[in-house]
């Protein structure tokens, strides 16, 4: 064996070979994979093979696009079968609620460019001849579905590989890494040792295992999963016979079934309820090629409704149950990207669908290893939108809560139980006591909205029972004053000689004076936006940044990655060591005033002015800022005075009308604004021209921050978006992101998020356009539940245009 490589990629199933190939296929040679056993040992093997485009998030969805449309290349380049069966398929909606999932689902196919169409289920009846139409209301056909062979997928990723350069060591196991001082890593395996810069952990079911030799718990867990394979079936033949066509791909969401044909029979799987994790705390390492015992018992419900749904299926015998194992994130979607603070290690694991998704995440991890940015939107699948607080317990109740869920409607307005409340704040009761409906973001738990007595979220993909609440909300913050927890931030601390020229490198902004605060975009080398913040310098080379909260380890992992080494600049994520609390609206100074000694006049206290300020008898940091775009005040403390500052608002804002708002309230005031928000408007794909932030780049600053040449490239050519705004002629139901916007009928764009804007009575979506259109008045249409409404675009906030009353 080699002493030393670019690069080695630890595991050798489909995740692990595609990473191998794409390192190769862009130029990475000298790359080495190490496999403990042979290629497929882990959760590949015994896979179904079946392989679809669409999934929840439209990002993951491109890179399973992406994954199918390799699979041609990789059999030619290796000349490998990969028994590559292109059938089609069907999605299945037994529930108009369902139904309408597909059609929002189909509604973002539109824009991504693919061919699903909604039918009926006659016409899905004709292409997939085993249901019975009488127990669907809808469907949705997608003619890039079907199944390959698993091993001979992996190989044929190996054999490309090979052919450009890696080399792959089986039987051999890696059983320790070592980080030496610059950086690089000793791999110690079985057979002697290879140093290397860079090391993927692809260890599919020992992927925990291969983060523990570095120190990380990564959260992963393995599942039990099962299918059965039935004898011939005659209607399969027949359907064969008179068609000359395969039996198509098929899931049926309420029946919680996949099912596809294998020989002359059927292969019919489930994501059952009663689902089982396997290996809960450790990944034997003498785990092979073995099948898990079968268990009819734990399936047999998902069967029934199969049995009832497909009555073929009665008369079929079944020849074998496979039951195998593989890993799940919390989220059931891909863990891949580096780590804070380990240079140089890669994560590639997780992937439960490595034949939709392995290409893809090779492809996404390569790109990020040579060239520093994945070059696609991955945010859903980047292994830091999850902190140290997603322990192995929160993991584990989390990923068996997923897999049950794997075929159930997530609906919009639905927060999922599972590992609640895990992180809370000191006011967590107090919010409860006031009727709080709460969510959670990254593992923080946060008010939706206030509810009376009684009275709960009905999900729905339409207007709910929240609606007249969370009206009520809003009318409160925009006529008298409002509270809201301020949880969801981020909060850092940047101190030391070199913060200043530091941060004027790291963020796009001019750096603001003494006292006073800016938003302040950041970007990647590649001039896209990687953040958005709100910067405060606190005087004495101090300052204090917020952001989004779901974004924390991200963005710290960028901050360290570029602090400089000489200790100059310290960066501390405040997590929940900092809490805060909100007031907004046209009393909230006057409330404010009440609490403080200190004159807190328009004159003394400016729009974006920020200090300390004892609030009654606690030490806080106020900032004049609020994202509900109206008068207001960020109030920042330690957790101990949390309580009672809360108390204090409370009493002393009575009689002005105070009243707890959340963050549904939140975004429906700040969508009539048109404020942007992270991982909605602002994302990687996204440049600062294109996402409206012009006025905060400064290109003729001084310091040369990372993204300058890109993003005057981009000022330059104006690049290819623009972020508009649209109030809608919506019915019932509200734009929510990810709905086609329709330029003279043809879909020219999506839309990022949007919800009812309560205090001006109208609905409104924000979304990306192409730039040449994107100034035209008329001809705006877009999408909801199936149904093309008319749009008309807003140039200018609905609600104070001026900021009259943000700054006044
Ligand atoms: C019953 C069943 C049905 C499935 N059906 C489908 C399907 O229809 N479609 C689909 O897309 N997916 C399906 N899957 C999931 C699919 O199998 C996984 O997504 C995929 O196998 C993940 O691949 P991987 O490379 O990440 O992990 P693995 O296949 O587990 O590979 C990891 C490899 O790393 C090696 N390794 C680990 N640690 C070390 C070490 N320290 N040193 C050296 N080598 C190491 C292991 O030996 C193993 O070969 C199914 C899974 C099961 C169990």
Redesign the pocket.
């Known amino acids: 064996m080699q002493s030393h490589a670019q690069a080695v990629v630890?595991?050798?199933?489909?995740?692990?070979?595609s990473v191998l190939y794409h390192l190769t296929k862009a130029g990475w040679t000298d790359v080495v994979l190490?496999?403990?056993?042979e290629?497929?040992?882990?959760?590949?093997?015994?896979?179904?093979?079946?392989?679809h485009t669409i999934n929840g998030d439209p990002n993951v969805a491109k890179l399973q696009q992406y994954t199918i449309g390799l699979y041609n290349e990789i059999e030619e380049l290796s000349e490998q079968s990969i028994g590559l069966h292109l059938t089609g398929g069907v999605f299945l909606a037994a529930t108009k609620e369902r139904f309408d999932w597909l059609k929002s689902m189909h509604a973002k196919g539109l824009y991504l460019g693919m061919d699903t169409e909604i039918i009926s289920p006659r016409e899905a009846a004709d292409i997939f001849p085993l249901l019975d139409p009488d127990k669907f209301v809808g469907a949705m056909s997608d003619p890039l579905e079907g199944?390959l062979d698993?091993s001979g997928t992996t190989w044929a990723y190996a054999k490309a590989a090979r052919k450009y350069g890696a080399v792959i060591h089986q039987q051999?196991?890696?059983?320790d890494l070592q980080q030496n001082q610059d950086g690089s890593w000793r791999v110690i395996?079985e057979q002697g040792e290879i140093h290397t810069e860079h090391v993927v952990n692809?260890?599919?079911?020992?992927?925990r295992?291969?983060g523990r030799m570095v120190g990380l718990e990564l959260p992963v867990l393995a599942m039990e999963?099962?299918?059965l394979l039935t004898e011939d079936m005659p209607e399969v033949v027949a359907f064969n016979e008179s068609s000359g066509l395969e039996v198509p791909h098929c899931v049926d969401f309420d029946g919680e079934l996949y099912l596809r044909q294998e020989r002359k029979g059927m292969l019919m799987?489930t994501y059952e309820k009663a689902c089982k994790p396997w290996s809960p705390k450790e990944t034997p390492w003498d785990f092979g090629h073995e099948l898990l015992p079968e268990d009819i018992d734990r399936i047999a419900p998902s069967l029934e409704v199969g049995f009832e749904h497909f009555p073929a299926f009665q008369n079929a015998g079944i020849k074998q149950v496979?039951?195998?194992?593989?890993?799940f994130a919390p989220d059931g979607n891909p863990l891949i990207g580096p780590i804070k603070g380990l240079r140089g290690y890669w994560c590639?694991?997780g992937?439960?669908?490595?034949?939709?998704?392995?290409g893809g995440v090779g492809f996404a991890l390569s790109n990020w290893m040579i060239e520093g940015d994945p070059g696609f939107d991955v945010w859903a699948m980047d292994v830091a939108r999850y902190g140290d607080w997603a322990t192995l317990a929160f993991t584990n109740k989390k990923v068996q809560e997923n897999y049950s869920r794997r075929f159930s409607i997530r609906f919009p307005n639905e927060e999922l139980p599972a590992g609640r409340p895990l992180r809370t704040t000191p006011v967590y009761d107090r919010l409860l006591a006031a009727g709080a409906q709460m969510g959670e973001a990254y593992g923080l738990e946060q008010a939706l909205w206030f509810a009376p007595k009684g009275v709960v979220d009905e999900f729905s993909w339409r207007r709910s029972t929240d609606f007249e609440h969370v009206a009520e909300e809003v009318n409160t913050v925009r006529t008298a004053v409002g509270m809201m927890e301020i949880a969801s931030f981020a909060k850092y601390t940047i101190r030391g000689s070199g913060a200043s020229d530091w941060l004027d490198r790291l963020l796009t902004c001019r750096l603001p004076a003494e006292g006073r605060m800016t938003l302040a975009p950041m970007l990647n080398h590649g001039g896209k936006l990687i953040g958005d913040f709100s910067l405060a310098n606190l005087g004495d080379g101090e300052y204090f940044i917020a952001g989004s909260g779901l974004a924390e380890n991200y963005h710290m992992r960028w901050f360290t990655q570029n602090l400089p080494e000489d200790s100059s600049v310290e960066i501390i994520a405040r997590g929940a060591g900092l809490v805060g609390l909100s007031i907004a609206g046209p009393k909230s100074r006057k409330l404010l005033q009440r609490m403080v000694d200190d004159d807190v006049s328009n004159q003394a206290f400016r729009f974006l002015d920020i200090r300390k300020l004892d609030v009654g008898m606690a030490p806080c940091l106020v900032g004049r800022v609020s994202f509900t775009g109206d008068l207001g005040y960020e109030i920042w403390m330690e957790p101990e005075f949390q309580r009672y500052v809360f108390d204090l608002i409370q009493s002393q804002g009575e009689d002005l009308g105070l009243r707890l708002f959340g963050s549904r309230a939140l975004n429906s005031l700040r969508v009539e604004k048109n404020f942007g928000s992270w991982a909605r408007e602002y994302r990687p794909v996204y440049g600062p021209y294109e996402a409206g932030m012009a006025r905060f780049v400064a290109l003729k600053k001084g310091a040369d921050f990372i993204g300058k040449v890109a993003a005057a490239a981009e000022k330059e050519n104006g690049g290819k978006l623009r972020l508009r705004v649209f109030v809608v002629d919506a019915k019932d139901a509200d734009a929510i992101g990810d709905e086609p916007i329709r330029y003279e009928g043809e879909v020219k764009g999506w839309v990022t998020s949007g919800g009812y804007a309560h205090a001006s009575g109208v609905s409104v979506a924000m979304g990306y356009v192409a730039k040449e259109i994107a100034d035209k008045q008329y001809g705006w249409s877009i999408d909801i539940l199936g149904e093309t409404l008319p749009a008309s675009p807003q140039t200018e906030p609905l609600f104070d245009p001026t900021a009259e009353r943000m700054r006044g």
Do not use: D, K
Request: aromatic share 8%; proline share 3%; hydrophobic share 40%.
């Open positions: 630890i595991g050798g199933g489909v995740v692990g070979c190490l496999e403990r056993s290629l497929t040992s882990g959760s590949t093997w015994h896979a179904a093979g079946g392989m199944h698993p051999t196991r890696v059983t395996t692809a260890g599919g079911l020992w992927a295992e291969v999963h099962m299918y799987g496979i039951n195998g194992p593989f890993t590639a694991c992937v439960m669908a490595g034949f939709s998704q392995g």
